[in-house]
């Protein structure tokens, strides 16, 4: 089958913990997106990756850090310095960045929680 | 300004109704318009896609595109209590390939 796989489902976060979440597509897609998704707020774009070895940031991507060793693999860590993390993460994919082929396939997302 | 604009509803329907759901955008260089349905704790699913003005037919779901306007809208007919779910619009094209720009989403409840 193919898609996106994000793993976990749940996370919960201590304040001052980084923490990573996993994001893979087997669809053979260069890109691929991390978006923060909170109530009323429509998803926004954390950080983006054409390539292997080369992301962007979006328009949020403060308090996060990605990288793209793989075609398949788009990690996202939270870091600390992420002021109000809790919210609920989705990663996508397309199948390239630059053509005019726009859509973009979602995962499942991960819900991450501060306690 | 919002780049896209979406009335988050909540939106309240009897089943069979006829729904319509839009979206207004400001820069009249997006070419590539997309709907996706999003059921709770789930990740959105790509519904319709158009790159031009005018409609889009699937089923029992149409797409229009005014791009003089800036108006964009998604409309369902015989609406099913499945289809129960927040409705994204998103928006693609100028510099900005495949980086999509979404609405807010809005909650739509069709009740037996």
């Known amino acids: 089958d193919g898609g996106i796989t994000q793993s976990p489902k749940y996370l919960f976060r201590k304040e001052g913990q980084n923490v990573t979440l996993s994001c893979e597509q087997n669809?053979?897609?260069?890109?691929m997106y991390w978006y923060r998704q909170d109530p009323g707020q429509g998803l926004r774009l954390i950080y983006y990756?054409?390539?292997?070895?080369?992301?962007q940031k979006g328009d949020i991507a403060e308090g996060y850090s990605v990288s793209r060793e793989k075609k398949e693999s788009f990690p996202l860590t939270v870091t600390s310095a992420q002021k109000n993390p809790t919210a609920f993460y989705l990663c996508a994919s397309s199948i390239d960045h630059a053509r005019k082929n726009t859509e973009a396939f979602f995962g499942q997302g991960t819900r991450l929680t501060v306690v | 300004q919002k780049e896209v604009e979406q009335d988050p509803g909540p939106l309240s329907v009897p089943e069979g109704a006829i729904v319509s759901l839009n979206c207004t955008y400001s820069?009249?260089?997006?070419?590539?318009f997309m709907w996706y349905r999003q059921y709770s704790r789930k990740g959105p699913e790509l519904l319709m896609y158009?790159?031009?003005?005018g409609n889009k037919e699937d089923g029992r779901f149409t797409a229009q595109v005014d791009k003089s306007s800036k108006y964009i809208s998604l409309f369902i007919r015989d609406s099913q209590p499945s289809d129960s779910a927040t409705y994204l619009c998103?928006?693609?094209?100028?510099?900005?390939?495949?980086?999509?720009?979404f609405g807010q989403g809005t909650i739509l409840t069709v009740h037996p």
């Open positions: 158009t790159y031009s003005s």
């Open positions: 820069n009249s260089a997006f070419q590539y």
């Open positions: 990756s054409q390539i292997v070895n080369d992301f």
């Open positions: 669809l053979n897609h260069d890109a």
């Open positions: 998103a928006i693609a094209g100028g510099t900005s390939y495949g980086k999509l720009t």
